[in-house]
């Protein structure tokens, strides 16, 4: 019996030293635990060997300019570019490249936090919440000195063939005139329609056709308006100044939307020309496609339309717009 039980504790000694040879599949959470606790004390120990191996100089320049994110990387290029089409300087003393582009993210940064602040608004709502001020300015402007402004008579279409020049400035004071005139009748109303909510809306509308035509003002000024177009604005401003508003709003629809069998300017649709090409042509194309600029000019001239045949309606009712 005795020598039974050395056998078998030989056996258990052999099966434990075969054991503890071969590598352990699981680990207790007390070692995981220390091993933690050692890698923490190694990477404690490597950042105080780092810091104490920087010098002041490099703690200041670091400590200044922290780095962010390293995934804005653009060419030099590219950055210099971005850079003049904000009027940012291309480079400031001292800065290096990598500062450069720091600093042209900044700005963007800015401006799409300004983007989104403003986004919220459209043209509209920001021209009724200006109402109040602007009927405050307009109350305050002289009104004998707004009547004194150039009288303009009517235009001769003939100057389209003889002298196109001369056109840019009949057709800028007749609108500008137009638009006054517009703007005292607002102002001019009693004061429980301005306070109305139709009041307020109709004031609205003049502020944003009056914002609107400033683009179209700087093109007759600067005298770099399409001929085409240059014929139909100065055909709505002469039937307007005769009250013949019914052909004025013929013009208008031309200019607008046209009258081409391909309203967006596609005139060749095949390899093979068509048999009626000729008659499609530039003037006949809709303006109003063109870009949301020309949109909203072209918009506001139809508002001086409606405007002039409500203030200056005409002697025969067939002339009426519809």
């Not at 060419?75 to 290096?96: C, H, M, Y």
């Not at 303009?152 to 007749?174: F, S």
């Not at 139709?198 to 056709?209: C, D, F, N, R, Y």
């Not at 046209?258 to 008659?279: D, Q």
Request: proline share 4%.
């Amino acid at each position: 019996m005795e020598a039974l039980k050395a056998e078998i504790a030989v056996k258990r000694k052999t099966v434990e030293a075969v054991s503890s040879s071969r590598p352990t599949k699981y680990m207790r959470r007390g070692e995981i635990e220390r091993l933690k606790e050692e890698e923490e004390r190694r990477a404690r120990d490597a950042k105080e060997h780092t810091a104490k191996s920087v010098t002041p100089f490099q703690e200041s320049r670091v400590s200044e300019s922290p780095r962010p994110e390293s995934s804005f990387n653009i060419s030099n290029e590219e950055t210099v570019r971005r850079l003049r089409a904000k009027g940012q300087p291309i480079r400031l003393f001292g800065e290096s490249d990598k500062d450069r582009r720091l600093r042209l993210r900044a700005l963007e940064l800015l401006e799409e936090k300004d983007h989104e602040r403003q986004s919220g608004q459209n043209d509209f709502k920001k021209a009724l919440e200006d109402v109040e001020n602007v009927e405050r300015e307009l109350r305050n402007k002289n009104k004998e000195k707004r009547r004194g402004d150039t009288e303009v008579g009517v235009i001769d279409l003939e100057l389209v063939k003889t002298d196109p020049d001369k056109l840019y400035p009949l057709i800028y004071y007749a609108l500008k005139r137009t638009l006054k005139e517009w703007e005292e009748s607002m102002d001019e109303r009693p004061e429980h329609v301005k306070r109305s909510t139709q009041g307020k809306l109709a004031a609205a509308i003049q502020v944003q056709s009056a914002e609107y035509l400033k683009p179209l003002f700087k093109t007759l000024r600067s005298r770099s308006l399409p001929s085409d177009m240059l014929v139909r604005i100065a055909e709505i401003v002469h039937y307007m100044q005769k009250r013949q508003y019914q052909k004025a709003n013929d013009s208008y629809l031309r200019l607008s939307i046209g009258n081409a069998p391909w309203p967006i300017g596609v005139t060749m649709v095949g390899i093979h020309e068509r048999s009626a090409r000729e008659k499609i042509s530039t003037d006949q194309v809709a303006h109003v496609l063109n870009d949301e600029v020309s949109r909203k000019y072209i918009q506001s001239l139809k508002r001086l339309l409606t405007f002039s045949q409500t203030k200056y309606p005409p002697d025969d009712v067939s002339q009426l717009m519809g």
